[in-house]
């Protein structure tokens, strides 16, 4: 499967730890976009990144959060200090431009974030 | 704000009838609108889309129409099959970048054979 691959599926974290999830795009796919679900929501938009720069952050909370994607390895969102309200599904989609076309944009399975 | 509304949680219907999903919006600025699908524990899947330009955009078994004076689009899927049950998103963006877009809360759909 060539698509975008999440990781890991689940993650269970104690209040307070750090989280990191990962998020290798389609091969070749320059763009990457990170989603947040929260319990019978739809998607809510948290931060777009091209390679080595963060382009739109708009939707990610300015405290505990943070992205990167490298030049090299997958791109990262990583949640400092966790709390409850971070519990959600973590969704990642790749695109090989910014542009519009149709056919949409491809989404990993996205990563299961459990704070206990 | 929710500027993007999907307001029927769920829609039944029988297998080989039309399956109508309604999604309205609230920004004018929106410019660009998809539909996808998901399943449960897996990511969205890309279904269609449609420009500001266009009031209808079809493919295969979907339709997706645009009414931008009333800010309402809808999904029809004909004839539905059970393998077209799972949840349904409908997204807008604007400003050339459908990555960054705006998603509706989802209705799920549930096709009875």
């Known amino acids: 499967n060539a698509g975008v691959m999440q990781n890991p599926r689940h993650l269970v974290r104690r209040r307070g730890q750090e989280a990191r999830l990962r998020c290798s795009p389609v091969k070749g796919h320059s763009h990457v976009y990170w989603y947040r679900q929260l319990p019978e929501e739809g998607l809510k938009f948290m931060v777009y990144l091209q390679k080595e720069n963060i382009i739109d952050e708009s939707g990610m909370p300015k405290e505990r959060f943070s992205a990167e994607f490298p030049k090299e390895g997958p791109s990262i969102l990583r949640i400092q200090q966790v709390v409850r309200g971070d519990s959600a599904a973590y969704f990642c989609a790749s695109s090989l431009s910014a542009g519009r076309g149709n056919y949409g944009y491809t989404f990993g399975s996205g990563t299961r974030l459990t704070v206990v | 704000d929710q500027q993007v509304k999907q307001n029927s949680p769920s829609l039944s219907v029988q297998e080989g009838r039309i399956s109508i999903l309604n999604c309205d919006y609230t920004n004018s600025m929106f410019d660009y609108f998809l539909w996808y699908k998901k399943y449960p524990a897996e990511g969205p899947t890309f279904l269609i889309s449609?420009?500001?330009?266009?009031d209808k955009n079809e493919d295969g078994r979907f339709t997706v129409f645009l009414n931008k004076s009333a800010k309402h689009l809808s999904l029809h899927i004909v004839p539905s099959q059970p393998g077209d049950s799972a949840v349904y998103f409908c997204a807008a963006s604007y400003n050339t970048n459908a990555g960054k877009s705006t998603f509706g809360d989802g209705t799920t759909l549930t096709v009875k054979p």
């Open positions: 449609i420009s500001s330009i266009k």
